[in-house]
């Protein structure tokens, strides 16, 4: 285990159903199936994949709300994977949550206050009750609200400012590594992008580092530093943000990337994009899971299990049988080609949100 | 299918959801209109289908023109042997908007039968042909499952097939792929546009990913409060954005080239629809309003085929910001 680790899953597997005795007929569904990383201090990892690709059930599993059917979960070192009582108390101080929905993950007969001093009477239970109050407010403060929301209930606030309540919640116990499911996908664009800021100034400040778990690739492009790539429980290919972004080389993340719509109109890449859906986790085909719509697969590919393997640099793994092989598809930028009048007028919008004075030319004749 | 001037408000709120919108689509066209959520565009696009509960729906004006048919809305709606039929529509949860207790094939045959009379051989063989055009392989078993059978991008496909089963002349898709993965969504954009230039229909498509719109559309109209603030050509506005609001939601937008910089934010948000400030509806959260702005910009010309509402547009003939 390398010194700059603070959480490693190694050969982690989760198959639900499978205790199931009689009278129980349900298939076995192989959600996470052998998964191996590690998350370095301070950095922003970000797991990404479609639906049912098992990212939800990995994030669970690294903050041990679910016990692996085989594998460990190291957090600095210690096997948490099997931690109860107070070492697990312990865990939950040092690891939070932060959950997709910010309107069904706030208990909304509780306050503010209480929902903020709610892990703090559990962390910090020393702390007096005006100790506390002080707490909440200067937790409100860091996530851009304001003190006086803390006697009101969750129902009064919008979706962005609930995920801000969420995430001052997740900030209480003073946690080390916080875990994210999904935490914009519900908010709208312009409210997005505020909690995608505060995520960043939160991670850089108090040197925090971040599991996000995402489908939106311009999110995590945006907000990673590095990217695993999942399909039906697998990782195929996990790097750097912007090498797995610029040069995929797995066939699904290079099928994935060329889905994104592209702010450049239609594009000609469709070639690339897969067809057919993700088969059933509880009947994954052998071999190569992805190999039922690889355009690449080949006899080797339906027998044999890829491993994750460095390709070039050790950062940049990828599991694939032929990745070398692969003719590279480099992904067209998807940054929008501007007139020098709409670059100018972007630069102006920029510079009066970030505080710039706003002066209204008035020889103009106003309309 | 044109929309001139629609307004529309909920009994007992003190302001209109959809505030003198107009749109207009050619055949063969696609339009998209873009907002954020409440921001009225599927309010609309149920106005234009006349499925707005009537007893607390007041519609204060409009007008819509669907073929030679023309329609007064304050009085009257699209008639149902329309619905389904001239007009169709595909609605963003394919998971709620097929019937859980009925047949694939049922459903489909229903629509077809309802509005052309035929005989329900007939009707299957059609279904079944529809079901082979949106790319559903196996469609004479498909006819006989139920919707919980189906995966979420199939049920979309079935929901097309359904909505196309009576070659309409405009179809209305309320956010067909927000629920989809994206490549999934990749598909069914794909098979929307075929489907588009082999039918000729028109398309009204309502979303909120400004990636899709760039995708698929024609022209676009974005909205914010009930009101459309920008429209034109996609181009024209991508590339040119005009309206404090357009150029934000763009900014906004995460993953556009601009890898480790903060992004840009609309402050704020969405005024709730009991205190909507007066004028234009965006001022309250704009860097740029001044009192000039409590007067409602009209949408006026900018380019040939791009239209605004902002006073202050274009922005830096009339404003400078200093640090």
Redesign the interface.
């Known amino acids: 285990m390398m010194p700059d680790t603070i959480l490693e899953a190694i050969d982690v597997t989760k198959h639900f159903g499978k205790d199931a005795g009689w009278p129980s007929r349900a298939p076995v569904v192989q959600a996470v199936d052998g998964v191996s990383l590690q998350v370095r201090r301070g950095e922003t990892l970000a797991i990404v994949g479609?639906?049912g690709c098992g990212k939800s059930t990995l994030a669970r599993l690294l903050m041990r709300l679910l016990t692996p059917t085989s594998g460990e979960v190291l957090f600095d070192g210690r096997q948490i994977s099997k931690s109860r009582g107070d070492e697990l108390r312990a865990l939950r101080r040092d690891m939070q949550f932060i959950f997709q929905d910010p309107f069904s993950s706030l208990n909304p007969r509780m306050t503010v206050a209480r929902l903020v001093g709610e892990p703090l009477e559990i962390h910090a239970p020393d702390l007096s009750a005006s100790d506390r109050r002080a707490k909440v407010a200067e937790l409100l403060q860091q996530v851009g609200l304001r003190r006086e929301h803390a006697d009101r209930y969750p129902h009064e606030f919008?979706g962005?400012?609930r995920q801000r309540i969420g995430i001052a919640r997740a900030l209480a116990s003073g946690p080390r590594l916080i875990i994210g499911d999904e935490p914009v996908s519900a908010l709208?664009?312009?409210?997005?992008?505020?909690v995608?800021?505060l995520l960043?100034d939160l991670s850089r400040d108090l040197g925090l580092t971040l599991v996000i778990i995402a489908?939106?690739?311009?999110?995590?492009?945006?907000?990673s530093d590095r990217v695993a790539v999942m399909y039906l429980g697998r990782i195929v290919e996990i790097g750097k943000?912007?090498d797995v972004f610029s040069d995929p080389k797995h066939p699904y993340t290079q099928?994935?990337l060329?889905?994104?719509?592209?702010?450049?109109?239609?594009?000609a890449d469709?070639a690339a994009?897969?067809?057919g859906?993700m088969p059933s986790p509880s009947d994954p085909p052998p071999g190569c899971r992805f190999h039922t719509r690889c355009p690449h697969a080949q006899d080797l590919c339906k027998i044999q299990t890829p491993h994750l393997s460095a390709a070039q640099e050790t950062s940049h793994q990828v599991a694939c049988h032929f990745a070398d092989a692969l003719q590279r598809r480099i992904p067209p930028?998807?940054?929008?080609?501007?007139?020098k009048?709409?670059e100018?007028?972007?630069a102006?919008?920029?510079?009066?949100?970030?505080g710039?004075?706003?002066?209204?030319?008035t020889q103009?004749d106003?309309? | 299918m044109t929309l001139t001037d629609l307004a529309l408000r909920f009994r007992g709120q003190p302001a209109d959801v959809v505030d003198r919108v107009s749109l207009a689509v050619k055949s063969g066209e696609v339009l998209c209109v873009v907002g954020e959520s409440g921001c009225g565009k599927s309010v609309t696009a149920m106005a234009l289908m006349g499925l707005l509960p009537q007893q607390n729906t007041v519609i204060s004006s409009g007008h819509l023109t669907v073929g030679h048919t023309d329609l007064d809305l304050t009085r009257e709606s699209l008639p149902p042997s329309a619905r389904g039929n001239r007009v169709a529509m595909i609605f963003q949860e394919p998971m709620t908007s097929l019937n859980p207790a009925f047949r694939i094939g049922n459903q489909i045959c229903e629509t077809i039968i309802r509005h052309t009379g035929t005989n329900s051989a007939n009707a299957r063989a059609h279904a079944k042909e529809m079901l082979q055009r949106v790319g559903i392989a196996n469609p004479s078993q498909r006819l006989r499952e139920y919707p919980h059978q189906l995966s979420g991008g199939m049920r979309q496909r079935v929901m097309i097939a359904m909505a196309l089963a009576n070659n309409p002349q405009v179809l209305i898709a309320d956010e067909p792929t927000t629920a989809l993965d994206v490549t999934i969504q990749a598909q069914i954009l794909d098979l929307i546009r075929d489907l588009r230039d082999e039918t000729g229909m028109s398309t009204i498509m309502i979303t909120h990913d400004l990636g899709v719109v760039a995708e698929i559309a024609d022209r676009v109209a974005v909205m914010y409060a009930g009101q459309v603030v920008e429209q034109g050509a996609v181009r024209d506005v991508f590339d040119n954005p005009q309206h404090p609001y357009t150029i934000g939601l763009m900014s906004a937008m995460p993953g556009l080239g601009l890898e480790g910089k903060r992004l840009a934010i609309i402050p704020g948000t969405v005024p709730t629809i009991s205190n909507m400030p007066k004028g234009c509806r965006f001022r309250t959260r704009c860097a740029f309003a001044t009192s000039t702005c409590q007067e409602r910009p009209k949408l006026r010309k900018i380019a040939p085929h791009h239209d605004t509402a902002c006073h202050f547009a274009p922005l830096e003939a009339h404003i400078e910001v200093s640090q």
């Open positions: 479609e639906s919008s962005g400012q709208d664009v312009s409210v997005q992008a505020q995608i800021n960043g489908h939106d690739l311009g999110v995590i492009r945006h907000m943000t912007e099928a994935l060329a889905a994104i719509p592209s702010m450049n109109g239609p594009t469709h994009t897969v067809h859906e930028s998807n940054a929008t080609q501007k007139s009048t709409a100018a007028r972007f102006l919008y920029r510079a009066a949100t970030e710039g004075t706003i002066a209204h030319n103009q106003q309309p």
